[in-house]
């Protein structure tokens, strides 16, 4: 049996457009990478976090990837001592999914540690878990997908009935992510309370257009598809530039576009690489010309979610 294992999990894309709180996608970059060593301390330990400034704690009752696997191994009556190392390379609080690559990573790589006594299937309330400690709420439109790969609809939280749904080959999806804080607390308080029932009406018929299209890869479909009429139009008012990227990235080509979870990060899907690379640097262009500082990345819908490296 391992003495250590070292994991990579990826950045993911919650809610896409018209799908708030049940949809997600993974992607191939960015994402974090976490270490985790056996010891004899019979403790589990955050030995070292790089790449948050400061940022996370080290206290292991309440940091994501400690939390995680203290329940893992309590629930499983394992007394095994642990040591994490955890390096972020993605920036917190960027709406693509941070915490939920760390717990994905952390509930991943200590089942592979200790043998794989649970299904995959399995791990994903673990994740959710950390999610919890992380923002207060144990949703999954990030770790599900960070966990599954692919595109992923949360159908139910109660029962938790999470589906990975096929997705064309040709589907790209370009990031960027402003160096501008959006707290996830403030974008989800200023949220109405009630929506117009043709709202609910209209949103339904996208969110279901969605689904279909990714089914069978109708690019015309997924593109009429990518609305929101809830979520958006309210979040959007936080994130500077946010309309002009949008409609740039559509003029440009895209098939939708959008805020990644709750922002700042905004992503736009394509079905061609050099369409997506253009977006990129066009994205970019404009959050220059608005004095501000951003990385873009382009990546396929990933299919795959965590693995060993």
């Known amino acids: 049996m391992r003495e250590s294992?070292?994991?990579?999990?990826?950045?993911?894309?919650?809610?896409?457009?018209?799908?708030?709180?049940?949809?997600?996608?993974?992607?191939d970059q960015p994402g974090d990478e976490i270490m985790l060593r056996k010891s004899n301390s019979g403790s589990v330990n955050i030995i070292q976090i790089t790449g948050d400034e400061g940022a996370l704690p080290l206290d292991p009752d309440k940091n994501t990837c400690s939390v995680v696997i203290k329940k893992f191994l309590s629930d499983l009556g394992l007394e095994q001592g642990i040591d994490i190392f955890l390096d972020k390379k993605m920036p917190l609080g960027s709406g693509l999914g941070s915490s939920a690559a760390s717990s994905v990573a952390a509930i991943f790589a200590i089942n592979e540690l200790m043998g794989s006594p649970l299904r995959l299937d399995e791990l994903l309330p673990y994740a959710m878990e950390g999610e919890r400690v992380a923002c207060g709420a144990a949703h999954a439109d990030n770790v599900a997908p960070g966990l599954y790969g692919g595109f992923v609809l949360i159908r139910s939280y109660d029962p938790l009935d999470v589906i990975k749904l096929k997705t064309p080959e040709h589907l790209f999806a370009t990031l960027v992510h402003p160096h501008i804080e959006v707290k996830t607390k403030d974008a989800r308080e200023i949220l109405?309370?009630?929506?117009?029932?043709?709202?609910?009406?209209?949103?339904?018929?996208?969110?279901?257009?969605?689904?279909?299209g990714l089914l069978t890869s109708d690019f015309g479909l997924i593109s009429r598809s990518m609305h929101d009429y809830i979520v958006e139009p309210i979040r959007s008012i936080l994130i500077p530039g946010y309309n002009e990227i949008k409609e740039a990235?559509?003029?440009?080509?895209?098939?939708?576009?959008?805020?990644?979870?709750s922002g700042p990060s905004i992503f736009a899907?394509?079905?061609?690489?050099d369409i997506s690379k253009k977006i990129a640097v066009e994205m970019r262009r404009i959050y220059t010309n608005f004095n501000i500082e951003s990385e873009t990345y382009v990546s396929r819908i990933s299919q795959n979610g965590p693995r060993i490296i």
Do not use: H
């Open 5 to 27: 294992i070292k994991v990579f999990a990826p950045a993911t894309v919650a809610n896409v457009t018209c799908g708030f709180d049940i949809l997600g996608f993974a992607v």
């Open 192 to 212: 109405r309370k009630q929506i117009y029932f043709k709202e609910s009406v209209k949103q339904s018929g996208n969110v279901a257009g969605l689904i279909a």
């Open 269 to 273: 899907l394509s079905n061609d690489k």
């Open 249 to 261: 990235a559509m003029e440009m080509g895209a098939l939708g576009a959008g805020i990644s979870g």
